[in-house]
């Protein structure tokens, strides 16, 4: 079969399969598997094996978990999973939205309220801002969740805060779970120090290290077995597998996961400089090169030959240092991390003219310990601190082989 007759036949069964009856429906989910096989064959996300789950949601009432990046890359482009859903006559009631919106253009942190899709006239609950967690309430008609959202493998990236309260909410409320799984940009690795319990917040809730290695599926696996859930309780979970995955190539995601990683570089140097983040420095929000680039107003222009001025963009209303020249480093060319790169902070905060508001409250929170900002304060070197994590490592990477499903 021509790529022409896969592009055009998987979208008019899309279109159609709701008017049509089981042949159809089978049809249309291997069309929609060959349309994507077309497009790059090694890999194949859980959302993309449609005859994998669509069995399983069979004479459910489906909720789903999801955003921008809960996709289906066919030969014809990317189609949303709600659109797909619907159009195999699964009984899609409602989406839930994370951090960003639905969408996901909303700024970090910006609450995001309930609505409607326009498209579809779906109802979209809101899991950012006073609900992170969805309501006995919001799913008393539904048998059951699929969580669909592209994670970057961060402790402090919120989707897998977002993953917990909806497993809890599951167990809670007797429906089941299914996490379709898509790749991790960065589980190539697995570094940073572990949370400690007495830091936890949405932007670090399990005792793990900055960079955990699992995609969305394995995390989710051990956030059950780990009995990390409220009460210990246990989320009847299944978890769809991707075909093709390893974890050590790196990933171009189709879609950015989040306004302010716009690409593969940004995904990479996250882990390093979102640190930033808890201090007076621009980690790029309001650039183009979003956790590409850092800078202060408060570092030496002598030291530092690269400058820009934040302004307000889609995801950075208001940036830090907003309409100030900042002096720093332009990280866009730097070869692929595989490690917690602590260079730049290190450096940023010896050079910094306000040392004694370079660090914020926000900084423990996203490191998950008070001992980083003492080690740096302290005058500790990048590579005696990242020493101090080994035992605390070594003790994870055991735990996680558990669950490790590829």
Request: glycine letters at 8%.
């Amino acid at each position: 079969m021509s790529l022409r007759f896969f592009k055009s036949t998987f979208l008019f069964l899309l279109i159609t399969a709701t008017g049509c009856g089981n042949q159809s429906e089978s049809k249309s989910v291997a069309i929609a598997e060959d349309a994507r096989a077309q497009v790059h064959s090694s890999l194949k996300t859980g959302a993309e094996r449609t005859a994998a789950y669509l069995p399983l949601l069979k004479g459910k009432k489906v909720g789903l978990v999801g955003n921008q990046t809960s996709i289906i890359q066919t030969e014809a482009g990317n189609v949303h999973l709600v659109d797909t859903l619907l159009a195999l006559n699964v009984d899609l009631r409602k989406v839930f939205a994370p951090e960003h919106g639905f969408r996901g253009t909303a700024d970090a942190g910006e609450v995001i309220e309930d609505g409607r899709d326009p498209k579809t006239g779906l109802p979209v609950f809101s899991l950012y801002g006073n609900n992170k967690k969805p309501s006995a309430e919001q799913l008393k008609d539904l048998d059951i969740l699929i969580f669909d959202l592209q994670d970057v493998g961060v402790r402090f990236y919120t989707y897998i805060s977002t993953l917990h309260y909806v497993m809890e909410a599951a167990a809670e409320n007797d429906l089941e779970v299914i996490v379709l799984d898509r790749p991790n940009p960065n589980g190539h690795y697995v570094d940073g120090p572990v949370l400690e319990p007495a830091h936890q917040s949405f932007v670090g809730m399990h005792p793990v290290p900055v960079v955990h290695g699992m995609t969305i599926g394995e995390y989710a696996q051990m956030t059950n077995g780990e009995k990390w859930l409220k009460n210990g309780v246990q989320a009847p979970l299944q978890v769809i597998k991707m075909e093709g995955y390893d974890r050590n190539e790196s990933y171009d995601l189709p879609i950015k996961p989040s306004p302010n990683l716009p690409n593969a570089q940004a995904i990479n140097l996250y882990p390093s400089l979102c640190f930033f983040e808890g201090t007076n420095v621009n980690a790029g929000r309001g650039t183009q090169k979003q956790f590409q680039v850092f800078g202060s107003p408060y570092l030496p222009k002598a030291k530092y030959d690269f400058s820009y001025v934040p302004e307000s963009n889609e995801g950075a209303k208001n940036p830090k240092h907003l309409g100030k020249t900042c002096y720093g480093k332009d990280l866009s060319e730097e070869p692929r991390l595989d490690y917690l790169n602590l260079k730049w902070l290190i450096e940023a905060y010896n050079h910094t003219s306000k040392k004694e508001e370079f660090f914020n409250n926000f900084f423990t929170k996203l490191a998950g310990t008070t001992k980083l900002q003492k080690q740096i304060e302290g005058g500790m070197s990048g590579d005696d601190i990242r020493r101090t994590w080994e035992a605390g490592l070594e003790e994870f990477s055991q735990k996680r082989a558990v669950y490790l499903l590829y």
